[in-house]
């Protein structure tokens, strides 16, 4: 699966500002809830439930947070830069920066399971989170994510 299929440059933010984890979930839900046209709290509360089985911040820099949702038809994506860092509990203790947050349908099939797993492949390539963070547009972001993603 390519992320291009969930992910559209209309839904990649750049210079967020987040004064901390939990009003980041819930500003990126309520906007993905919106995108997909799903209640907001719905989609805030599965998120955050998520996200108190453990932290989704998988080191350098990164978060995923990703939940599976009633009524959801496709997976969705949503892309933010941070401004700055902010702590996110992540594995390696280090401020949090690049955030992709996705929604899965509830009863996921296999192709779309692989969605997750395309975006942690990508996000773990070093040379794509320089270009992420370099980037000067959405455009370029969603390039650069989306070119490792091209074969997958």
């Known amino acids: 699966m390519k992320i291009s ?3 559209s ?3 990649v ?3 967020i500002r987040a004064s901390d ?4 979930l819930r500003q990126l839900s309520a906007l993905a809830a919106t995108e997909v046209q799903l209640d907001p709290e719905a989609v805030t509360a599965q998120i955050v439930k998520r996200e108190e089985l453990g932290s989704t911040g998988v080191g350098d820099g990164v978060a995923l947070p ?5 009524g959801l038809k496709s997976p969705f994506g949503l892309l933010a830069r941070l401004r700055r860092g902010i702590d996110f509990e992540a594995i ?3 401020p949090v920066d690049v955030i992709f947050l ?3 349908p509830e009863s996921a099939n296999g192709e779309q399971l692989n969605a997750l797993a395309c975006v942690a492949r990508a996000l773990r390539d070093h040379k794509t989170l320089a270009r992420i963070r370099a980037a000067v547009n959405p455009e370029a972001v969603f ?3 989306t070119k490792l993603s091209a074969t997958a």
């Open 92 to 94: 390696d203790e280090q």
């Open 21 to 24: 984890k939990t009003q980041l």
């Open 13 to 15: 933010m750049l210079d």
């Open 102 to 104: 996705l929604l899965l």
């Open 9 to 11: 440059p209309a839904n």
């Open 5 to 7: 299929y969930f992910l």
């Open 143 to 145: 390039k650069a994510i």
């Open 66 to 70: 990703h939940a599976r949702l009633a």
